[in-house]
Nanobody, 116 residues
């Protein structure tokens, strides 16, 4: 069983920055692909960014390209999402996801609110 704990969410003004963290309780963290998803009220959960197990490959939702950066520290079992130039439309609950083969784990989510 893998436990994922997100942190770093909060209220920020438009144009501001936040850094989300997701700590994983698993010995083989480096073998998991990691992703960040978000879900806004009344909308479906969507993939925001993903990073391969070794960190060599990343992918982003078009609307966050150039503003968000996903990274991982396999020595600390942690994945990050640096979010810059935040917009009100980035407001959502952000979820961390770990996947290995057919197995997928989710964190509990962290709220990000972008508002003046």
């Amino acid at each position: 069983q893998v436990q994922l704990v997100e942190s770093g969410g909060g209220l920020v003004q438009p144009g501001g920055s936040l850094r989300l963290s997701c700590a994983a309780s698993v010995f083989t963290f480096s073998s998991y692909g990691m992703s960040w998803y978000r879900q806004a009220p009344g909308k479906e959960r969507v993939l925001v960014a993903s990073i391969s197990s070794a960190g060599g490959s990343t992918n982003y939702l078009d609307s966050v390209k150039g503003r968000f950066t996903i990274s991982r520290d396999n020595a600390r079992n942690t994945v990050f999402l640096q979010m810059n130039s935040l917009k009100p439309e980035d407001t959502a609950v952000y979820y961390c996801n770990a996947v290995k083969g057919w197995v997928s784990y989710w964190g509990q989510g962290t709220q990000v609110t972008v508002s003046s």
